[in-house]
């Protein structure tokens, strides 16, 4: 079966500083790869996604996730973080073909002054 | 900008009640879905919705019920609410697979306390 793993529940990091979230999943289909990120009291908005193209995928504010087939993982990365983005961040994949997306327990940045 | 409402931001309803937590998306998508979100446990999908009067079970359908009358509104009924239902609930949509879009939008969620 399917699934996504996200180690870290809680990532606590000081403002400036890189930080990288780590997600895994085990798929022997082609995949779909997004990161969609959580502020309080707020539903879901999609951070950056994977389709096709270049592994290297970037977002409007800073970050930036590599898809690794061959260690199948989908890990986001930002050089420089700020209080705003504080969140929690979840991982998810979509199999080919297929409506249904697949998420991970999630990753709380917790970013400190 | 795609659009998803949800009705209730917070809900606290009875043991025993049947409840109706209604989802509303602008952007005519024929995909509508109802997730719960519970800390640690990520978002585990409830019912999937792909056409008027369609439905599907999720991981997690028991103890809940869908309704999806137009293409812009679905429902989602706890018939005998427990207090293991407390949980948030989101409800998100997207357009179908074959427009190679595979996009979710979220709404913003029901936070349902059952006491």
């Known amino acids: 079966a399917q699934s996504v793993t996200q180690l870290d529940s809680q990532v606590p990091v000081f403002e400036e500083a890189p930080v990288e979230l780590r997600c895994n999943y085990s798929?022997?289909?082609?995949?779909?790869l997004f990161w969609y990120v959580q502020y309080p009291n707020q539903g879901l908005q999609l951070l950056l996604k994977y389709l096709s193209g270049s592994t290297l995928v970037e977002s409007i504010n800073g970050f930036e996730a590599e898809f690794n087939k061959s260690q199948t993982s989908f890990h986001l990365r930002k050089p420089s973080v700020h209080i705003s983005d504080t969140a929690e961040y979840f991982c998810a994949v979509s199999l080919d073909s297929s409506y249904k997306l697949i998420f991970g327990s999630g990753t709380r940045l917790l970013v400190r002054p | 900008d795609v659009k998803v409402t949800q009705s209730s931001r917070y809900l606290v309803k009875r043991t025993g009640e049947k409840v109706f937590l209604e989802c509303v998306q602008d952007m005519d998508h024929e995909n509508m879905f109802w997730y719960r979100q519970d800390p640690g446990l990520g978002l585990r999908l409830i019912y999937f919705s792909y056409d008027v009067k369609m439905k599907e079970k999720g991981d997690i359908p028991e103890g809940y019920s869908v309704s999806r009358e137009k293409k812009e509104r679905f429902s989602l009924i706890l018939e005998s609410a427990s207090t293991n239902q407390t949980s948030m609930y989101l409800c998100?949509?997207?357009?179908?697979?074959?427009?190679?879009?595979?996009?979710?939008?979220f709404g913003p969620g029901t936070r349902l306390t059952v006491t």
């Open positions: 998100a949509s997207s357009l179908p697979p074959r427009q190679f879009s595979y996009e979710q939008y």
């Open positions: 798929s022997s289909v082609s995949v779909y």
